[in-house]
C-alpha cells in the first residue's frame, strides 16, 4: 500500500494523503513524475509495459509517494524500472502540469543518455516488458494507433515533441 501526499491544482502540496488507488476530492490531486530519455540521434526510448501493467507504450515514471519531491521520484523510477542511476544534474525539468481530465498533477523531465549507458538497461520485468528507440514520428504513429498511454501521449504531443 503507497500513501501519496495531495496537492491543489497549482501543484502546491497539502497536509493531506491518500492511498494510492483511490480517488481525491475535487480540487485535490496526486502528483506523478515522468521523463522522456533521448539518445545522440534524438530517438526516444519507450517503454512496453508489461501485460500486468496494460501492455501500452510509455515512458519512464510514476507517482510522487510520500515524502518525495518530483525529482527523487523519477530517480527512483529510473532505478527501479530501468536499472539506471542517474545524478540529479543531467535532468532537465520541461514542466509541471495540471493533467486537464485528471486529478494529477505530471513534473516533465527530460535526459540524454549516450549509446554506453543506453547498453546499461535492465529492465523491471514486473513493470517493463521491452524497451525500444523510436523517433517522433514512430511514436507519433502508435499514439494515434491508440498504443500509447493516454497521459504520456498528451504530454509527448504537448510539451515533447
Not at 79 to 85: I, P, Q, S, V
Amino acid at each position: 500500500m503507497e500513501v501519496l501526499d495531495l496537492y491543489d491544482d497549482n501543484g502546491n502540496k497539502l497536509d493531506e494523503e491518500i492511498i494510492r488507488g483511490n480517488k481525491p476530492e475535487l480540487g485535490k490531486n496526486i502528483m506523478l513524475s515522468v521523463i522522456y530519455i533521448k539518445n545522440n540521434e534524438g530517438k526516444y526510448i519507450i517503454q512496453k509495459t508489461s501485460k500486468e501493467k496494460g501492455n501500452k507504450y510509455s515512458t519512464t515514471g510514476g507517482h510522487v509517494i510520500k515524502g518525495e519531491n518530483a525529482l527523487t521520484t523519477i530517480i527512483r523510477e529510473l532505478k527501479e524500472e530501468l536499472g539506471l542511476n542517474i545524478n540529479k544534474e543531467r535532468i532537465n525539468h520541461i514542466k509541471t502540469i495540471k493533467y486537464p481530465t485528471k486529478q494529477c498533477i505530471f513534473n516533465i523531465y527530460e535526459l540524454c543518455l549516450n549509446d554506453n549507458e543506453l547498453k546499461n538497461i535492465v529492465l523491471q520485468k514486473e513493470e517493463v516488458e521491452s524497451v525500444f528507440l523510436y523517433s517522433q514520428e514512430e511514436i507519433i504513429k502508435i499514439i494515434e494507433q491508440g498504443n500509447f498511454l493516454e497521459s504520456h501521449a498528451y504530454i509527448f504531443q504537448r510539451y515533447i515533441k
